[in-house]
C-alpha cells in the first residue's frame, strides 16, 4: 500500500486519493477516497468566487499543436 500512496502523491493528476474497486464474483465495489493523503486544512464550504474585473492576465501564450497519426496501441 506504501507503494500506491506514494504513485499517487506524487502524481498531479490523482487528487492525492488512493480509490479501491474490489471485484467479486457477480458483485463490484468502488471505494472512493479511500485513502487521502492531502487533505485541505480549510476550505470554505460555499467555494470561492472572483470578480472578473479583479483578474488581470499578466500574458497570454498561443501554442498551434498538431496531431499526428500514429501506430494503434495493442
Known amino acids: ?14 487528487g492525492s486519493n488512493v480509490d479501491i474497486c474490489v471485484i ?28 472578473k474585473e479583479r483578474v488581470v492576465v499578466l500574458e497570454e501564450y498561443r501554442h498551434k499543436v498538431e496531431i499526428l497519426p500514429a501506430a494503434q496501441p495493442m
Open 24 to 51: 467479486k464474483k457477480g458483485k463490484v465495489e468502488y471505494l472512493r477516497n479511500y485513502v487521502s493523503v492531502n487533505r485541505k486544512e480549510y476550505e470554505k464550504p460555499e467555494g470561492y468566487k472572483f470578480r
Open 1 to 14: 500500500m506504501a507503494a500506491i500512496e506514494a504513485g499517487i502523491y506524487h502524481d498531479l493528476g490523482s
